[in-house]
């Protein structure tokens, strides 16, 4: 199978194909042209009936999404991007082992910075409550990064977001730099 095809990195396809071969003579016909697969023919192996199914098309979870966390305090954080939906999800247990104040997570889908418009199927529910509660993690730090002198500097913690961004260094002699906030997380267990 080549390189790049659907069919060559989709996990349902690639897991349909151990299980199918675990109970069935599988044959696999492909294109003369394209030297991709088009059909696969099972065949018991007892009685030698076959049946054929037709390889259409191939839809891979592979979106970036984000694990948004809930801690009991309302406090909320994002962790990722992460490739896909279901890869999300299954980050939400590692994060739980490693911190005891999450009360929820949810994976969402990542919008893209450069696509100004959100649209009405992007927007993820949630319970009121939490809603009405949701504030940032308590805890965020700014840093100041420097490309052109390859350095940076790393201010905080601050409160929130809001206080993070209204901070602004002395102006003597300060080189130009881009502000990136991120939340501060507490170390794991082990570390």
Do not use: C, K
Request: net charge negative.
């Amino acid at each position: 199978m080549q390189p790049g095809y659907p069919f060559a990195t989709n996990r349902a396809y690639q897991r349909f194909r151990l299980l199918a071969s675990d109970h069935f003579e599988v044959v696999d016909w492909d294109s003369a042209e394209t030297r991709r697969p088009t059909l696969i023919t099972l065949i018991d192996i007892g009685s030698r009936d076959a049946f054929s199914v037709a390889l259409l098309d191939s839809a891979e979870d592979r979106e970036p999404h984000v694990l948004l966390a809930v801690t009991a305090t309302a406090a909320l954080s994002v962790h990722g991007p992460i490739p896909g939906r279901a890869a999300t999800a299954d980050y939400a247990p590692h994060l739980a082992m490693h911190d005891a104040d999450i009360a929820a997570t949810a994976p969402v889908a990542l919008h893209h910075p450069g696509q100004p418009h959100i649209g009405d199927d992007e927007w993820t529910s949630v319970p009121r409550d939490i809603a009405h509660a949701a504030r940032a993690a308590a805890r965020v730090a700014l840093v100041l990064l420097d490309r052109d002198r390859a350095q940076l500097t790393v201010v905080g913690p601050f409160p929130s977001i809001d206080a993070a961004d209204a901070w602004r260094p002395t102006a003597d002699g300060w080189p130009p730099t881009d502000r990136l906030l991120l939340p501060v997380q507490p170390p794991t267990e082990g570390q």
